[in-house]
């Protein structure tokens, strides 16, 4: 928003003028977010719209699966041979 002042004006009314102009533009924000129905912090949080289909899931679960299957592998120490005694 482009304010045009005039050079005739303190240095208070411009600090005064500046805080009121954001002020007024929180407020419109504010009144945007309302009307195209978001809601605040104090809301419920909006449903996230992407979705992953089942084909996804299984592809990631896999691949966790793999990777839990490599890690478990190369935490088991090596067996040691046992001579009998």
């Not at 977010?33 to 990631?60: D, F, H, T």
């Amino acid at each position: 928003m482009k304010i045009k002042f005039g050079s005739n004006l303190s240095v208070a009314t411009l600090r005064k003028a500046t805080a009121l102009a954001e002020t007024i533009e929180q407020k419109q924000d504010e009144l945007n977010a309302l009307l195209r129905g978001e809601r605040g912090r104090k809301g419920k949080v909006a449903k996230c719209s992407r979705q992953l289909s089942p084909e996804q899931r299984a592809r990631i679960s896999e691949g966790q699966r793999r990777k839990w299957a490599e890690r478990k592998t190369a935490d088991v120490p090596p067996a040691q041979p046992t001579s009998p005694g």
